[in-house]
C-alpha cells in the first residue's frame, strides 16, 4: 500500500498572477486544500519539500499527512493535482484534496510489468499498451503502483483487465477486456523470412 508522506504548509493571503510569481521566487509553491468538510483553503510550501516528496514517489497521487502550521491543524489528504511549468518541469501549483479515513477516493497510479514472460524469453517483444490505471479504494487501500504479472504471458498472448489481480480493497471501472499488455512476434523473424522469400525469387528468375 501507499506511504504517507508528511508535508507541512502555511495558509496563504497573496493571490494574484503577480503574487505567486513572487512566491515562487522565494522558493515557495502556492497551493489550496479542499475537501467535503471544509472550506476551500490557499496554502503555500516549500518548493524542495514539496519535490522531495515527489522524487520519492512513483506517482503524483500521493497520500499525505498535511500539517496547517499557522492554524495548528493536520489533515489527511491526496495530491490531487500537480502543474507543472511545460519549459523547464518546474511545480507551479498543487491541489490537495482533504479526506477521511472511511472516504472512497479516485486515484490514478501506474502500472507496472513484473515476473520473467515466457514470450519474451522466446524472443517475443513486451507491449505495455495501459500505463496507468483509474482505480477506486480507501485512502489505507491506495496502492503506489499496479503490478501485473506476465509471467504465463507466450508471444501472441496478452492480459486483459480482468485476468489481473488487484489489491486488496481496490477496484476499476475500466472495462473488463481492455488489453493491458500483449506479447508480440519478433519482428526480426519477419524480416528474414521476406529477405529469405526475395531471394528465392531471385533463384527462380535467373533460371
Wanted: glycine content about 8%; some cysteine; charged content about 25%.
Amino acid at each position: 500500500m501507499a506511504k504517507t508522506s508528511a508535508i507541512t504548509a502555511h495558509t496563504r493571503k497573496r493571490s494574484g498572477s503577480g503574487a505567486l510569481t513572487s512566491l515562487r521566487a522565494e522558493g515557495l509553491i502556492p497551493g489550496v486544500v479542499y475537501g467535503k468538510d471544509m472550506t476551500a483553503t490557499n496554502i503555500r510550501l516549500n518548493r524542495k519539500a514539496l519535490e522531495s516528496v515527489l522524487h520519492h514517489s512513483v506517482s503524483e497521487h500521493i497520500l499525505v499527512d498535511l500539517t496547517l502550521d499557522d492554524a495548528k491543524e493536520s489533515k489527511l489528504a491526496i495530491i490531487q493535482d500537480v502543474q507543472h511549468n511545460p519549459l523547464n518541469g518546474n511545480v507551479l501549483h498543487v491541489d490537495f484534496h482533504a479526506i477521511r479515513e472511511d472516504e472512497v477516493i479516485h486515484s490514478k497510479v501506474p502500472v507496472e510489468l513484473g515476473g520473467e514472460c515466457v514470450g519474451a524469453k522466446a524472443g517475443g517483444l513486451v507491449e505495455l499498451l495501459v500505463h496507468s490505471l483509474n482505480i477506486t479504494c480507501l485512502p489505507n487501500d491506495l496502492p503506489e503502483k499496479i503490478v501485473v504479472d506476465i509471467s504465463a504471458v507466450e508471444i501472441g498472448g496478452s492480459l486483459h483487465t480482468k485476468e489481473i489481480t488487484l489489491p486488496k480493497g481496490v477496484t476499476t471501472k475500466l472495462g473488463p477486456d481492455v488489453v493491458i499488455m500483449l506479447v508480440a512476434a519478433p519482428r526480426v523473424v519477419e524480416v528474414v523470412a521476406v529477405a529469405v522469400a526475395d531471394t528465392k525469387k531471385k533463384g527462380k528468375g535467373k533460371k
